[in-house]
């Protein structure tokens, strides 16, 4: 029963404070895009440190904290995992996905090419750690695709808030970047995102967000 418990601290805003710092902070975020168009302009990686850092505050499972962030910079790894991603995608593009998946992603203009997986300066691959493997044997983490699923919001939400741009690339099967990327066994791929910043004619395709009434009930 020896568990230290520490004072929290958070600053108290007034609630005119708080409104204008949720429209400010829903004005930026309703900014962001997933970009498939970036430019080749390199920068320090140490803009995407932070980024990780905020990504790891994330809550999880019994504080498991069941992430690993890779960074891929390598011009020569970039190119491996778009070739073996486009070799799924063109599969799945040609042969495993429905018509009607095919109709859903039409106004998006994806296609089974991944250019940007070797424009983009970088690549951020997601990891999931299922279990921890100790001497004593197996230990299984708890919410791990909540949990995940959760620094990876907040990951794409403080590399927006600098001014990069991403995209949550989904290749599936996506196996092959465990072991082009030389991951242990336990650490399973769960998104993969280019970042960088936009090409200067990048376009995005002219989709609308649902509206409040949409996506809030309140009871
Ligand atoms: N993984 C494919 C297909 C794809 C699926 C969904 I759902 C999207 O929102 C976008 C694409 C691809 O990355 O092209």
Same mark, same amino acid.
């Given at each position: 029963?020896?568990?230290?418990?520490?004072?929290?601290?958070?600053?108290?805003?007034?609630?005119?404070?708080?409104?204008?710092?949720?429209?400010?902070?829903?004005?930026?975020?309703?900014?962001?895009?997933?970009?498939?168009?970036?430019?080749?302009?390199?920068?320090?990686?140490?803009?995407?440190?932070?980024?990780?850092?905020?990504?790891?505050?994330?809550?999880?499972?019994?504080?498991?904290?069941?992430?690993?962030?890779?960074?891929?910079?390598?011009?020569?790894?970039?190119?491996?995992?778009?070739?073996?991603?486009?070799?799924?995608?063109?599969?799945?593009?040609?042969?495993?996905?429905?018509?009607?998946?095919?109709?859903?992603?039409?106004?998006?203009?994806?296609?089974?090419?991944?250019?940007?997986?070797?424009?983009?300066?970088?690549?951020?691959?997601?990891?999931?750690?299922?279990?921890?493997?100790?001497?004593?044997?197996?230990?299984?983490?708890?919410?791990? %695709?909540?949990?995940?699923?959760?620094?990876?919001?907040?990951?794409?939400?403080?590399?927006?808030?600098?001014?990069?741009?991403?995209?949550?690339?989904?290749?599936?099967?996506? %196996?092959?970047?465990?072991?082009?990327?030389?991951?242990?066994? %336990?650490?399973?791929?769960?998104?993969?995102?280019?970042?960088?910043?936009?090409?200067?004619?990048?376009?995005?395709?002219?989709?609308?967000?649902?509206?409040?009434?949409?996506?809030?009930?309140?009871?």
């Amino acid at each position: 029963m020896d568990h230290k418990f520490i004072k929290y601290e958070q600053k108290r805003l007034t609630e005119v404070e708080s409104l204008n710092k949720g429209k400010e902070f829903y004005e930026l975020m309703n900014k962001r895009r997933s970009i498939r168009f970036f430019s080749e302009e390199k920068f320090d990686i140490k803009l995407l440190e932070y980024a990780v850092k905020t990504a790891g505050t994330s809550p999880s499972g019994a504080n498991k904290q069941p992430w690993r962030f890779v960074v891929v910079e390598s011009p020569e790894i970039k190119k491996e995992i778009r070739i073996a991603a486009e070799k799924e995608e063109k599969e799945s593009y040609e042969k495993r996905m429905p018509q009607s998946w095919l109709n859903d992603l039409a106004p998006l203009g994806t296609d089974w090419h991944k250019e940007f997986l070797e424009t983009a300066p970088y690549l951020i691959v997601v990891f999931k750690i299922d279990f921890l493997q100790t001497d004593a044997g197996l230990k299984k983490h708890y919410y791990v %695709n909540e949990s995940v699923g959760i620094a990876t919001g907040i990951l794409l939400t403080a590399l927006h808030n600098i001014g990069l741009s991403t995209l949550t690339h989904t290749p599936s099967p996506m %196996n092959f970047l465990q072991k082009i990327l030389n991951r242990p066994a %336990n650490e399973k791929p769960y998104l993969l995102i280019p970042v960088g910043y936009h090409a200067v004619d990048a376009v995005v395709p002219d989709i609308k967000r649902k509206k409040s009434e949409e996506i809030l009930t309140v009871v």
